[in-house]
Nanobody, 125 residues
Framework: QLQLVESGGGLVQSGGSLRLSCAISGFGSNYYTIVWFRQAPGKEHEGVSCVTGSGDSTHYADSVKGRFTISRDNAKNAVYLQMNGLKPEDTAAYYC??????????????????WGRGTQVTVSS
């Protein structure tokens, strides 16, 4: 029912910033919790940030708290992840995923209903 497309990744120096976008299409998108995951080579999906369907609740992993900001614009059918103070350990493929009407935090990749192809973020030291 939903399609999600990530964009905004790239190569950035340590301490730099990137803004990731997740474009959502399909019916009922406002009922889906959107979660940003990331996956580094050889590692499992790691939950990064979460926002509920209404945008009234957010959550951040300890590793990114204070540096990343998630936001949601339902009028534009988009979720954003502003990433500041990037570190080499942030290097990963970043995915947005949708889970039906969940509370945040919700960082179980296997329970995601939809996800995009991902966008690569590489942070050089």
């Amino acid at each position: 029912q939903l399609q999600l497309v990530e964009s905004g990744g790239g190569l950035v120096q340590s301490g730099g910033s990137l803004r990731l976008s997740c474009a959502i299409s399909g019916f009922g998108s406002n009922y889906y919790t959107i979660v940003w995951f990331r996956q580094a080579p050889g590692k499992e999906h790691e939950g990064v940030s979460c926002v509920t369907g209404s945008g009234d609740s957010t959550h951040y992993a300890d590793s990114v708290k204070g540096r990343f900001t998630i936001s949601r614009d339902n009028a534009k059918n988009a979720v954003y992840l502003q990433m500041n103070g990037l570190k080499p350990e942030d290097t990963a493929a970043y995915y947005c995923a949708a889970a039906w009407d969940r509370d945040c935090p919700h960082y179980k990749w296997i329970e995601s209903d939809y996800w995009g192809r991902g966008t690569q973020v590489t942070v050089s030291s």
